[in-house]
Nanobody
Framework: QTQLMESGGGVAQPGGSLTLSCSASESFYRILIMGWHRQVPGKEREMVAQVSDSGRAMYAESVKGRFTVSRDNDKNTVSLQMNFLRHEDTAVYYC??????????????WGQGTQVTVSS
């Protein structure tokens, strides 16, 4: 089973920065979308940022101008640079790959999640 491995979570002060990274344990025929979602207890998981294989990036309104998502297609990795962190960014962050197989099958792959805590 494919594993997505996240790193870079931790604790930061308000206004600080953290960088998350995610890589896969295997290669894929095609990775349509690489991205990050987050979830806080009692709430639904929400999309934070994602980037397509054509390089088009999308962001949640709450993180626009503060977070930057980037992907390395050669290494099958995606990163999330988070700047000007706020208390409300505290959540478990999940990496997600949406892949396409040679048989035209689409699948979602998720990481285990990494905790980001913004606290003074």
């Amino acid at each position: 089973q494919t594993q997505l491995m996240e790193s870079g979570g931790g604790v930061a002060q308000p206004g600080g920065s953290l960088t998350l990274s995610c890589s896969a344990s295997e290669s894929f025929y095609r990775i349509l979308i690489m991205g990050w979602h987050r979830q806080v207890p009692g709430k639904e998981r929400e999309m934070v940022a994602q980037v397509s294989d054509s390089g088009r990036a999308m962001y949640a309104e709450s993180v626009k101008g503060r977070f930057t998502v980037s992907r390395d297609n050669d290494k099958n990795t995606v990163s999330l640079q988070m700047n000007f962190l706020r208390h409300e960014d505290t959540a478990v962050y999940y990496c997600k790959f949406r892949t396409l197989s040679a048989e035209n099958e689409r699948r979602n792959h998720w990481g285990q999640g990494t905790q980001v805590t913004v606290s003074s």
